[in-house]
């Protein structure tokens, strides 16, 4: 495991990678779900958090090689090959072949999507925050093809289905990880 494995390390790397502010902000989403469920699964938060927030790492400038440079650039930093394969195997099924093993690979891959959705529908909201934000409106958002069309619901129920999570469960703590980092991703409070 790489020594210096860290959140601003790993932060570093992925603005130096993407310049994108919304893959910035989705990554560090996808990072406060991750470390929400590593609590509830008795695991390192920091360690899921990491895998959460590098899992877009090549998107922004490599979209066309996603999951696949990722492995090339996470080696030249030192990063192991366990976690590169808990990286990778988000993509399973969509842009690469690796399946996900672990529980934390399975949740990686049911959130990220899901992460998606519950920015959308907080955007949506009045307060256009997370942490007024409840399942059942996500949930009537999730029904909704039309609304966050480019988000891939199959994704997040076959997710919920390998991680024995139910949907609703699955939404219920990724909108209570997405809390944790409502200020830092620009989902907090308003103050309206």
Not at 3 to 10: H, I, R
Not at 167 to 189: P, T, Y
């Amino acid at each position: 495991m790489n020594k210096n494995l860290n959140k601003e390390a790993a932060l570093t790397l992925l603005k130096e990678y993407n310049e994108s502010e919304a893959l910035i902000s989705h990554g560090m989403a996808v990072s406060g779900v991750m470390a929400h469920f590593a609590k509830i699964e008795g695991e390192d938060p920091e360690y899921w958090g990491i895998v959460g927030l590098l899992h877009d790492l090549d998107y922004g400038k490599y979209p066309e090689a996603h999951c696949t440079k990722v492995v090339e650039i996470l080696k030249d930093n030192d990063y192991d090959d366990d976690f590169i394969h808990s990286v990778v195997s988000h993509g399973y099924g969509l842009c690469c072949d690796v399946e996900p093993i672990h529980q934390m690979e399975k949740i990686l891959y049911a959130t990220d999507e899901l992460a998606g959705l519950i920015t959308a529908c907080a955007y949506m909201r009045p307060s256009r925050s997370v942490n007024d934000l409840e399942v059942k409106s996500v949930k009537k958002k999730f029904k909704t093809a039309s609304f966050a069309a480019g988000v891939n619901r199959e994704v997040i129920l076959k997710g919920a289905e390998m991680t024995g999570y139910s949907l609703e469960d699955l939404m219920k703590e990724s909108i209570l990880g997405m809390r944790a980092v409502a200020d830092e991703i620009g989902l907090g409070d308003t103050g309206e």
